[in-house]
């Protein structure tokens, strides 16, 4: 079992700027992807960032070049440096582990707020 624990989430005025943690333990073997998904309310899950084994990473157009994916892989860590936040930006985030294409964890999700 891998359990992902997140932090860092809160609230924020817009233009400011927050980080997101999010450490993984258990079993873990090998890890395909990890990154960050969010949620606002009465929309669906989208991807925010995600960084894979070979260090290649996928932004949504919505953040490039406002959010930073980072990962330790001897931590097991994936983190999100999210600059000029926005009001859109607010939602669940939530950390995700790929062990396969088709195997994935969710962590229990941390909120983000922007608001003046």
């Known amino acids: 079992q891998v359990q992902l624990v997140e932090s860092g989430g809160g609230l924020v005025q817009p233009g400011g700027s927050l980080r997101l943690s999010c450490a993984a333990s258990?079993?873990?073997?090998?890890?395909?992807?990890m990154g960050w998904y969010r949620q606002a309310p009465g929309k669906q899950r989208e991807l925010v960032a995600r960084?894979?084994?070979?260090?290649?990473?996928n932004y949504a157009d919505s953040v490039k070049g406002r959010f930073t994916i980072s990962r330790d892989n001897a931590k097991n860590t994936v983190s999100l440096q999210m600059n000029s936040l926005k009001p859109e930006d607010m939602a669940a985030y939530y950390c995700?582990?790929?062990?396969?294409?088709?195997?994935?964890?969710w962590g229990q999700g941390t909120q983000v707020t922007v608001s003046s």
């Open positions: 258990g079993s873990i073997r090998s890890i395909y992807t």
């Open positions: 960084i894979n084994r070979d260090g290649i990473i």
């Open positions: 995700h582990l790929a062990v396969t294409s088709l195997v994935g964890y």
